[in-house]
């Protein structure tokens, strides 16, 4: 029953799984919970575009006004988001619209990745496992939140891209796989080089096959040529103003120039009539060189990291966000559910590369998912944020393992045998799902106090009831942290000095220096940004790196009481999380921004 009509029965899954999602996470819904400052960030850019700010025109005016911020993402993201928005409006009005469109915006991408799995599945492990994939994927701790209700940056539509992008590993027609490959790869960079390695890795795979097999030119000519166009049509469609300078962080004419040359070198190749694998792996190792070659000449700034920061701002803040840092620096009770299921999914491809060893065409596919597998497996070695791009790699092999197990089982004689066979598939079905539940019944390495009390700080902070009170007052600029920036402008009519944005070093910076220095130095700070008020939230994880590094700083004296005689409290209610005092200043009262 599950071989036939497959792609209308995954889709109704995903339906039925959408429709669960939306009705259990309404509160959210309803109450505009954007936990994420780029989800926040997102809204304001749609926002933004509705509101007749230019296609190419991405700056945040509303943070640092007048001039603005610049955010360094594109357009694509903001397509479905708007038009669910201007679907739904004319029956909800704008502010339930709104909400409808950034609960239903982050289950499209999930649709995409259900019929993707169940795609590369069929074609690799049998006809009828896909419904296997779909079940594993709820074991993705790290994956599965990239699509809920209210997830509406783009990290869900790169993970949709990367699903697609390995199916096209996996399909046995070469033509359709070549354009698979190459048309998610350039849509996942025309959003975001989050997942540049592993595009790049897509395409070290498609050259190798041609290399072991000549038969697999079509296979390379058209991943070539649909990079190159796409790269090329995705600039020009969706690039910013900004992001025609020569930078390193995002589909810039320096990406742009690698993608293109990469995939006419790649088509070319493919073209040359060469009969032995010597001479392929020669000509692929040689164009290969010249392009690292040319692009170490051509943008030698890209050599380091991309973000292009100083040394100072990496130190203050860059290297502290969370999801930067390796696995093994976070707590166990984050580590382990997400490394638990590359684990097994790269045990699976490898189990199944052994058993398709005799079968060219499985065999690359399988190839090629271990060798993702296993790539994005030690890039958790690197950064914790790769954590849902390897969970999402290893369902396949999970499949793979866990149908290995269940046919062997029961092809055998004995009911007892066929039983053990359905205790232990459960056992690793059991082991992918609910590992991050386990750990947490098992209070494994659990938060300590004070990790409960930011969470809660944050929590409060970023409440849309919370932020409401701050409405009582004028429209102004109100100087605060960072991580508040974005919740603020969504939240309520104000402007912000911020977001943890790195195009935007010297505001990061100077409100890093305004906490930390002195009292002298944050007014003098505030004034040239034109803030009127400052606002904080205590115990903030941001206000934590303050308070550590400058223990006689302002924010610690304004922690301890010590409030200087220029700053003048704003009463707020008592359930207000925050603290608001009006700036006054010396030479009269900071210019206000022009309104936008």
Same mark, same amino acid.
């Given at each position: 029953?599950?071989?036939?009509?497959?792609?209308?029965?995954?889709?109704?899954?995903?339906?039925?799984?959408?429709?669960?999602?939306?009705?259990?996470?309404?509160?959210?819904?309803?109450?505009?919970?954007?936990?994420?400052?780029?989800?926040?960030?997102?809204?304001?850019?749609?926002?933004?575009?509705?509101?007749?700010?230019?296609?190419?025109?991405?700056?945040?005016?509303?943070?640092?006004?007048?001039?603005?911020?610049?955010?360094?993402?594109?357009?694509?993201?903001?397509?479905?988001?708007?038009?669910?928005?201007?679907?739904?409006?004319?029956?909800?009005?704008?502010?339930?619209?709104?909400?409808?469109?950034?609960?239903?915006?982050?289950?499209?991408?999930?649709?995409?990745?259900?019929?993707?799995?169940?795609?590369?599945?069929?074609?690799?492990?049998?006809?009828?496992?896909?419904?296997?994939?779909?079940?594993?994927?709820?074991?993705?701790?790290?994956?599965?939140?990239?699509?809920?209700?209210?997830?509406?940056?783009?990290?869900?539509?790169?993970?949709?891209?990367?699903?697609?992008?390995?199916?096209?590993?996996?399909?046995?027609?070469?033509?359709?796989?070549?354009?698979?490959?190459?048309?998610?790869?350039?849509?996942?960079?025309?959003?975001?080089?989050?997942?540049?390695?592993?595009?790049?890795?897509?395409?070290?795979?498609?050259? !190798? %096959?041609?290399?072991?097999?000549? +038969?697999?030119?079509?296979? =390379?000519?058209?991943? @070539? /040529?649909? &990079? $190159?166009?796409?790269?090329?049509?995705?600039?020009?469609?969706?690039?910013?103003?900004?992001?025609?300078?020569?930078?390193?962080?995002?589909?810039?004419?320096?990406?742009?120039?690698?993608?293109?040359?990469?995939?006419?070198?790649?088509?070319?190749?493919?073209?040359?009539?060469?009969?032995?694998?010597l001479a392929r792996l020669a000509a692929g190792a040689a164009v290969g060189a010249v392009i690292a070659g040319g692009f170490a000449a051509l943008f030698p700034q890209c050599l380091s990291r991309p973000e292009g920061v100083s040394d100072e701002l990496?130190?203050?803040?860059?290297?502290?966000?969370?999801?930067?840092?390796?696995?093994?620096?976070?707590? !166990? %009770?984050?580590?382990?559910?997400? +490394?638990?299921?590359?684990? =097994?999914?790269?045990? @699976? /491809?490898? &189990? $199944?590369?052994?058993?398709?060893?005799?079968?060219?065409?499985?065999?690359?596919?399988?190839?090629?998912?271990?060798?993702?597998?296993?790539?994005?497996?030690?890039?958790?070695?690197?950064?914790?944020?790769?954590?849902?791009?390897?969970?999402?790699?290893?369902?396949?092999?999970?499949?793979?393992?866990?149908?290995?197990?269940?046919?062997?089982?029961?092809?055998?004689?004995?009911?007892?045998?066929?039983?053990?066979?359905?205790?232990?598939?459960?056992?690793?079905?059991?082991?992918?799902?609910?590992?991050?539940?386990?750990?947490?019944?098992?209070?494994?390495?659990?938060?300590?106090?004070?990790?409960?009390?930011?969470?809660?700080?944050?929590?409060?902070?970023?409440?849309?009831?919370?932020?409401?009170?701050?409405?009582?007052?004028?429209? $102004?600029?109100?100087?605060?942290?960072?991580?508040?920036?974005?919740?603020?402008?969504?939240?309520?009519?104000?402007?912000?000095?911020?977001?943890?944005?790195?195009?935007?070093?010297?505001?990061?910076?100077?409100?890093?220096?305004?906490?930390?220095?002195?009292?002298?130095?944050?007014?003098?700070?505030?004034?040239?940004?034109?803030?009127?008020?400052?606002?904080?939230?205590?115990?903030?994880?941001?206000?934590?790196?303050?308070?550590?590094?400058?223990?006689?700083?302002?924010?610690?004296?304004?922690?301890?009481?010590?409030?200087?005689?220029?700053?003048?409290?704003?009463?707020?209610?008592?359930?207000?999380?925050?603290?608001?005092?009006?700036?006054?200043?010396?030479?009269?009262?900071?210019?206000?921004?022009p309104a936008r």
């Open positions: 029953m599950l071989e036939r009509h497959w792609v209308r029965r995954a889709l109704l899954v995903w339906a039925v799984i959408a429709t669960v999602y939306l009705i259990q996470r309404w509160p959210q819904i309803h109450w505009l919970v954007l936990n994420d400052t780029d989800d926040n960030m997102r809204l304001m850019q749609v926002r933004g575009l509705l509101g007749g700010q230019g296609w190419y025109d991405l700056r945040q005016y509303r943070l640092d006004p007048p001039a603005g911020i610049d955010i360094h993402w594109s357009r694509l993201v903001d397509l479905p988001i708007a038009g669910l928005f201007l679907l739904f409006r004319p029956f909800t009005g704008p502010a339930l619209a709104e909400r409808l469109a950034c609960g239903i915006a982050p289950l499209l991408p999930l649709g995409v990745v259900l019929v993707a799995l169940a795609a590369t599945v069929r074609r690799l492990v049998a006809p009828q496992a896909w419904a296997l994939a779909i079940l594993f994927l709820f074991g993705c701790s790290a994956t599965l939140p990239m699509f809920m209700p209210m997830r509406i940056d783009h990290h869900g539509w790169q993970l949709a891209f990367l699903s697609l992008t390995v199916a096209g590993l996996a399909d046995p027609r070469k033509g359709r796989g070549g354009a698979l490959v190459g048309i998610s790869s350039a849509l996942s960079l025309t959003i975001g080089l989050e997942l540049l390695p592993y595009c790049a890795m897509a395409g070290g795979l498609v050259a !190798l %096959r041609w290399v072991w097999d000549r +038969a697999e030119a079509r296979r =390379l000519a058209v991943y @070539g /040529a649909t &990079l $190159a166009g796409g790269s090329a049509l995705g600039f020009v469609a969706f690039a910013s103003d900004a992001n025609y300078a020569m930078r390193c962080d995002a589909l810039t004419p320096v990406w742009l120039s690698v993608t293109v040359a990469g995939g006419a070198a790649l088509f070319a190749l493919s073209r040359l009539p060469l009969d032995s694998r990496a130190e203050l803040w860059l290297n502290n966000v969370r999801e930067a840092k390796p696995i093994y620096k976070h707590p !166990l %009770r984050i580590a382990v559910p997400i +490394a638990v299921v590359p684990a =097994l999914g790269l045990l @699976g /491809a490898c &189990l $199944a590369c052994w058993r398709a060893r005799r079968n060219p065409e499985q065999l690359a596919g399988w190839a090629a998912i271990a060798l993702f597998t296993a790539f994005a497996g030690a890039m958790l070695l690197w950064q914790i944020r790769a954590g849902p791009a390897a969970q999402l790699l290893a369902i396949a092999g999970e499949v793979a393992l866990a149908w290995l197990i269940l046919t062997w089982f029961v092809g055998r004689r004995s009911t007892a045998i066929k039983v053990a066979g359905g205790v232990l598939a459960l056992v690793l079905l059991l082991a992918g799902l609910f590992s991050a539940t386990l750990i947490q019944r098992l209070r494994l390495d659990p938060p300590d106090r004070r990790t409960l009390v930011v969470n809660r700080a944050s929590a409060r902070c970023m409440s849309i009831s919370a932020l409401a009170e701050l409405n009582r007052i004028p429209a $102004a600029t109100l100087f605060t942290h960072v991580d508040l920036g974005p919740r603020l402008i969504v939240g309520t009519h104000h402007n912000g000095i911020t977001g943890p944005y790195h195009r935007n070093e010297q505001p990061i910076l100077d409100v890093h220096h305004a906490f930390q220095g002195s009292a002298d130095a944050f007014r003098r700070i505030a004034r040239r940004h034109g803030a009127t008020y400052l606002l904080v939230c205590p115990n903030l994880a941001e206000t934590t790196l303050y308070r550590a590094r400058a223990p006689g700083g302002f924010y610690a004296q304004l922690a301890k009481g010590q409030v200087p005689a220029w700053l003048e409290p704003v009463p707020l209610s008592k359930r207000a999380p925050f603290k608001l005092w009006r700036i006054r200043y010396a030479d009269g009262p900071a210019p206000a921004a």
